[in-house]
T-cell receptor
Framework: DSGVTQTPKHLITATGQRVTLRCSPR?????VYWYQQSLDQGLQFLIQ???????AKGNILERFSAQQFPDLHSELNLSSLELGDSALYFC????????????FGPGTRLTVT | GESVGLHLPTLSVQEGDNSIINCAYS??????FIWYKQESGKGPQFIID?????DKRQGQRVTVLLNKTVKHLSLQIAATQPGDSAVYFC????????????FGPGTRLSVLP
């Protein structure tokens, strides 16, 4: 158990809908990272937050957004969902702004039908 | 749990033998590399890292080798055990107005009894 929690574990929704994925980092970790893992594209870095501020951006679509709250939990919002958004979404946390040793949560499996 | 990367290359090794998993990276400016292990239904787990100014780093039963000339990374697992069965993938990281993470597609390691 990494100490990172993600909810929900599974999510099934229809195209065009909007969903919110939630992540609670390990106690004391200030950085949160979001990743998408699909069968055809592997693991892709989406975005990083550090202590409430956006720190780095990867391959995140404009339909997707994220935020980190004062209690350090983070949410990833996915809107206008498409079939291709079906994937595992992972959150990871680390204690520092630039830390390569990240602790991953168990992921949220999103299925768009 | 869900299978990640159903069409990944697979390496099958006998229990007790050594395993070597390879990864080609793309950016000669990458300054940090990580190997992750991902078991079925779980998030990636950090195994070992190496900075670009090194060519070898050893951990417990694992060794990472870096060849910058040909942009190649390898992970060696000594005395492979059934618990090592998982998908392994490398990540290259560089800083350019924030951290950039690129992950390899992964290799599935299957340990035969």
């Amino acid at each position: 158990d990494s100490g990172v929690t993600q909810t929900p574990k599974h999510l099934i929704t229809a195209t065009g809908q909007r969903v919110t994925l939630r992540c609670s980092p390990r106690s004391g970790d200030l950085s949160v990272y979001w990743y998408q893992q699909s069968l055809d594209q592997g693991l892709q870095f989406l975005i990083q937050y550090y202590n409430g501020e956006e720190r780095a951006k990867g391959n995140i679509l404009e339909r997707f957004s994220a935020q980190q709250f004062p209690d350090l939990h983070s949410e990833l919002n996915l809107s206008s969902l498409e079939l291709g958004d079906s994937a595992l979404y992972f959150c990871a946390s680390s204690p520092l702004m630039s830390s390569y040793e990240q602790y991953f949560g168990p992921g949220t499996r999103l299925t768009v039908t | 749990g869900e299978s990640v990367g159903l069409h990944l290359p697979t390496l099958s090794v006998q229990e007790g033998d050594n395993s070597i998993i390879n990864c080609a990276y793309s950016n000669s400016a990458s300054d940090y590399f990580i190997w992750y292990k991902q078991e079925s239904g779980k998030g990636p787990q950090f195994i070992i890292d190496i900075r670009s100014n090194m060519d070898k780093r050893q951990g417990q039963r694992v060794t990472v080798l870096l060849n910058k000339t040909v942009k190649h990374l390898s992970l060696q697992i000594a005395a492979t055990q059934p618990g090592d069965s998982a998908v392994y993938f490398c990540a290259e990281i560089w800083d350019n107005y924030g951290q950039n993470f690129v992950f390899g597609p992964g290799t599935r390691l299957s340990v035969l009894p």
